[in-house]
T-cell receptor, first 108, second 117 residues
Framework: GIQVEQSPPDLILQEGANSTLRCNFSDSVNNLQWFHQNPWGQLINLFYIPSGTKQNGRLSATTVATERYSLLYISSSQTTDSGVYFCAVIQAGTALIFGKGTTLSVSS | DAGVIQSPRHEVTEMGQEVTLRCKPISGHDYLFWYRQTMMRGLELLIYFNNNVPIDDSGMPEDRFSAKMPNASFSTLKIQPSEPRDSAVYFC???????????????FGAGSRLTVL
């Protein structure tokens, strides 16, 4: 099956810093989503982005489908950005397959 | 909409007992998914339904696990008998299915944390 690899596995930032999270996938996909799992365990959908670039406030994401990767940018990080960020993909006829996640800790 | 509703939020039970987790998807969503999250294995798909019909149950770990969707607004995941290694957070998610964009954007419930002693 398709492999989804995220990097880095862990990231520690000071408040105000910028960061880039990466997601590589091993085959073509129909769907790619980024999720944030907050410290209370809730999974929040950040972006649906099978290709192209989207922005939502301090967060933006870019997917280059032909090269099989996606990037999530977090600018001016805040402590509330802490948690685990997951990339998940769908191939035709399947459900979302998740990567292992990037654990982000933002300190004040 | 209230989102995807799961119950119970927390369940502590003893090995050998039956466990039933419940999920109410978002109204109008055609797809329903059950995922399990553990530290060791991350987020794993267990089973998903389309229009109440199970499509892929290859992720169900053993015959002890079963899932049903008797109607569009309710699904259950049952474990019988439960074992300590079943301890995990079980998430239910729903999506509107393939629309004009071929999207399957999932919305997750808050999860049910199961502890089997």
């Amino acid at each position: 099956g398709i492999q989804v690899e995220q990097s880095p596995p862990d990231l520690i930032l000071q408040e105000g810093a910028n960061s880039t999270l990466r997601c590589n996938f091993s085959d073509s996909v129909n769907n790619l989503q980024w999720f944030h799992q907050n410290p209370w365990g809730q999974l929040i959908n950040l972006f649906y982005i099978p290709s192209g670039t989207k922005q939502n406030g301090r967060l933006s994401a870019t997917t280059v489908a032909t090269e099989r990767y996606s990037l999530l940018y977090i600018s001016s990080s805040q402590t509330t950005d802490s948690g685990v960020y997951f990339c998940a993909v769908i191939q035709a006829g399947t459900a979302l397959i998740f990567g292992k996640g990037t654990t982000l800790s933002v300190s004040s | 909409d209230a989102g995807v509703i799961q119950s119970p939020r927390h369940e502590v039970t003893e090995m050998g007992q039956e466990v039933t987790l419940r999920c109410k998807p978002i109204s109008g969503h055609d797809y329903l998914f059950w995922y399990r999250q553990t530290m060791m294995r991350g987020l794993e798909l267990l089973i998903y339904f389309n229009n109440n019909v199970p499509i892929d149950d290859s992720g169900m770990p053993e015959d002890r696990f079963s899932a049903k969707m008797p109607n569009a607004s309710f699904s259950t995941l049952k474990i019988q008998p439960s074992e300590p290694r079943d301890s995990a957070v079980y998430f239910c998610a729903s999506s509107p299915g393939t629309g004009a964009f071929g999207a399957n954007v999932l919305t997750f419930g808050a999860g049910s944390r199961l502890t089997v002693l």
